[in-house]
């Protein structure tokens, strides 16, 4: 089966970029029309059903918006599953989505990348390419976060999820 075409999309919803949400705009089932399409997933993601296969609402905005599907995937910068408005909305290789994507675990600090040391002082330790960096040990939990979230912002720009510091 072949994937869904512009026009296509064109022909059965309606894209309000501002909400993110699409409407349907069927000739065949009037009754649908002006209805909010798709429903959210166990996953929190909006899915719409269109021509027997569903798609994620928001590669269905790229589509709309942009005449092509995305190459990779399509992160949403204030992480929010179903929050599909297109100024919410960016291409993204996978390892650019996965850093701005909850983190579970923040360690025994309570923020990722600070660890305590044993003799005392905290150590900064980053992810760069897979490959964790030591960036140094530091005297108080404070300077040690923000030299992380230097450098984290540094590696991941745009895409860099951060904590609030304390």
Same mark, same amino acid.
């Given at each position: 089966m072949a994937?869904?075409?512009?026009?296509?999309?064109?022909?059965v919803l309606f894209y309000n970029s501002r909400?993110?949400?699409?409407?349907?705009?069927?000739?065949?089932?009037t009754d649908l029309n002006g209805k909010v399409a798709g429903k959210?997933?166990?996953?929190?993601?909006?899915? =719409? !059903?269109? /021509?027997? +296969?569903?798609y994620y609402a928001h590669r269905l905005a790229f589509l709309y918006m942009t005449g092509r599907w995305p190459?990779?995937?399509?992160?949403?910068?204030?992480? =929010? !599953?179903? /929050?599909? +408005?297109?100024?919410?909305?960016?291409e993204a290789t996978p390892a650019q989505n996965s850093q701005n994507a909850y983190k579970k675990k923040v360690g025994v600090s309570g923020h990722r990348w600070v660890y305590p040391r044993p003799e005392g002082g905290f150590a900064v330790f980053v992810?760069?390419?897979g490959h964790q960096v030591y960036l140094g040990?530091?005297?108080?939990?404070?300077?040690?976060?923000?030299?992380?979230?230097?450098?984290?912002?540094?590696?991941?720009?745009?895409?860099?999820?951060?904590?609030?510091?304390d």
């Open positions: 994937d869904l075409t512009q026009a296509r999309l064109f022909e909400s993110g949400l699409f409407y349907w705009n069927l000739r065949t089932r959210i997933n166990p996953n929190g993601y909006r899915q =719409i !059903k269109v /021509d027997q +296969r569903y190459t990779d995937q399509i992160d949403h910068k204030n992480r =929010i !599953k179903d /929050d599909n +408005r297109w100024d919410n909305l960016r992810k760069d390419h040990t530091f005297g108080n939990k404070k300077e040690a976060i923000n030299v992380a979230m230097c450098a984290i912002k540094q590696r991941h720009g745009s895409f860099a999820a951060l904590e609030e510091s």
